[in-house]
């Protein structure tokens, strides 16, 4: 058993930056693939980011590329995303997910955390 704690969010004027966490307890946690997928009002939720249970691969969505940055410390069991240059579009609740398959397809993780809400004003 897995379970995803996100801290991080909150409301930031365009062009800043945040610095998302999510904290994993369970022993499976240094082998799974980790993720960031978000979701904004009235919108299917969307892939973000993942990395490899080494964080040695990384895969972005386009819309990531370049402000996105997603790290993770299996010492401290946690999973980063950096964002920088906030765009109003990236409002959304970002979810933290944990899973065996490496990809941007949300079947691929079989645990999720709670979310933490991103606003970002104009």
């Known amino acids: 058993q897995v379970q995803l704690a996100e801290s991080g969010g909150g409301l930031v004027q365009a062009g800043g930056s945040l610095r998302l966490s999510c904290a994993v307890s369970g022993r499976t946690f240094s082998s799974s693939v980790t993720g960031w997928f978000r979701q904004a009002p009235g919108k299917e939720r969307e892939f973000v980011a993942a990395?490899?249970?080494?964080?040695?691969?990384?895969m972005y969505a386009d819309s990531a590329q370049g402000r996105f940055t997603i790290s993770r410390d299996n010492a401290k069991n946690t999973v980063d995303l950096q964002i920088h240059s906030l765009k109003p579009e990236d409002t959304a609740v970002y979810y933290c997910a944990a899973g065996s398959k490496f990809g941007s397809e949300p079947l691929r993780y079989g645990y999720w955390g709670q979310g933490t809400q991103v606003t970002v004003s104009f």
């Open positions: 990395i490899s249970w080494s964080g040695g691969v990384t």
